[in-house]
């Protein structure tokens, strides 16, 4: 491949990013210097795939490295390109470049993004199923006292931040599907159901139990207290 063809594939791959991306001109600059560094570690010219694509999964990268997340759902949506695509081309560019999770910022490098929190997923699809603003805060302060006891290390944090939502809204009288809180989320409910198991199995299903009772009688009580400040 000679230099220009690699200049101009380079140029459409950052253009791709310039045109999708919905952030203000400041990101997208620093997005641009930060696709730039990645391929000045080269070997991205050697992944002969649709520009587009390529561009795609950088971005999905670039977010990471910027410490900005976006679930692969929200990269699918900018770019019109399935999310199973964009999963396989984020695979191929981490092997191209030797690029690693690591769990802190301070540990960061050129070789290593950002592992992302489950918390960090929490909010937006809370909101996607309309659950309450009271519970989308049980499910940040459920996250917290659970953290010390998640290993979520190498797995996919969507899938877990989508169990704390569903066990959340289930303590909190919401009721919502597995599938509802799974298209919200942007994974299956196969994944729901085994993060929500390893969840329940982290609690202890008798405590699951009695918190959701409780929370229940501590419902119908303010309801209650509610009719008859009414009345």
């Known amino acids: 491949m000679n230099k220009t063809y690699k200049k101009q594939k380079e140029e459409r791959i950052i253009n791709f990013l310039r045109d999708n991306c919905p952030e203000n001109s400041d990101i997208i600059d620093h997005m641009v210097i ?5 391929y000045e570690q080269g070997r ?8 587009k694509s390529i561009s795609a ?8 490295k910027i410490k900005m997340f976006k679930t692969l759902e929200e990269v699918e949506l900018m770019f019109d390109i399935h999310r199973r695509e964009i999963g396989k ?16 910022a301070s540990l960061m490098g050129s070789g290593c993004i950002l592992q992302a929190s489950p918390e960090s997923f929490i909010d937006t699809a809370a909101k996607k199923i309309g659950l ?3 519970t989308i805060e049980y499910c940040h302060k459920f996250y917290k ?7 979520y290390f190498g797995s996919n944090p969507t899938c877990i931040s989508a169990g704390i939502i569903y066990i959340s809204a289930l303590i909190n009288d919401e009721k ?10 942007g ?6 159901r085994k993060n929500y198991m390893k969840l329940v199995s982290l609690i202890g299903e008798e405590k699951l139990k009695k918190e959701i009772n409780e929370k229940k009688s501590k419902n119908k009580s303010e309801c209650a207290r509610e009719r008859i400040k009414n009345d």
């Not at 999964?57 to 990471?64: D, F």
């Not at 006292?145 to 290993?151: A, C, F, I, R, V």
């Not at 919502?176 to 989320?185: F, L, N, Y």
Request: charged fraction near 35%.
């Open 89 to 104: 081309m984020v695979k191929r560019i981490k092997r191209k470049l030797g690029m690693k999770y690591c769990k802190e």
């Open 57 to 64: 999964g950088l971005t999905y990268l670039i977010y990471r």
């Open 34 to 38: 930060t696709a730039k560094k990645f």
């Open 44 to 51: 991205l010219n050697e992944i002969h795939l649709n520009s």
């Open 176 to 185: 919502k599907t597995q599938r509802e809180v799974a298209d919200a989320s």
């Open 145 to 151: 006292e659970m953290k010390k006891d998640l290993d």
């Open 132 to 134: 309450s603003q009271k």
């Open 187 to 192: 994974i299956t409910e196969v994944a729901i």
